[in-house]
């Protein structure tokens, strides 16, 4: 079971590294398939065995086409009526570098898996939703639907979340964090993402 999930997970930076230049106009679809070489050049043995070239891989290549302040914002959920602006812009800063180690971590662990993307994407002008199969070197396979929004102003597509067989992300944070933020208050669950996310704390 951790090993079907750890697959996913890749799977799941697998499709960033994908969708790394979508533009306005462009199909979901068209835009993951012109860039399926992008960034796997550089997921060398020496890049994937170096947390610090990974976490500036992931700056550079991942998090700039990743919608990371409407993820935390479903992450925070109801609880985002409770606080105020600069609470919010906090835990968006806390949340994206807390993000940042996650993708890390897991694209360190890649290892040559294919992935095969279908062609036919569910959704229409303003959200989408794309489905891809992982392929293991063991021969298993593994489904992804990964949810993009489209940014109205800029007519820029963006990842928010990944469903892996059958389970979001998105969701399984939101509930991670509800539980904490209705114990501790917002305010402590900042500080403990803060702290989660120093140097000295890994």
Known sequence: MIKKLRTCFIGFFMFFVLSSVA?????????????????????T????????????????????????KYAAYKVLGANIRSTNEEQRKRFVQAFETYI??????????????????????????????VNVSIKSSDGNQYQLAFKLRQNQKTGEWKVYDMVAEGISLLSSKQAEFNDLIVKNGIDKVCTMLEEHNMPSSK
């Open 45 to 68: 043995k020496q890049v994937t065995s170096d947390p610090s070239a990974l976490k500036n891989l992931v700056k550079t290549d991942l998090m700039p086409y990743v919608d990371i």
């Open 23 to 43: 533009v306005a106009g462009d199909g979901a679809y068209d835009l993951i398939s012109s860039v399926s070489g992008n960034l796997f050049p550089k997921l």
């Open 100 to 129: 940042i180690d996650t993708y890390s971590s897991a694209l360190g662990k890649y290892d040559n898996q294919s992935l095969v993307i279908d062609p036919k994407v569910v959704g229409d002008a303003k959200s989408t939703i």
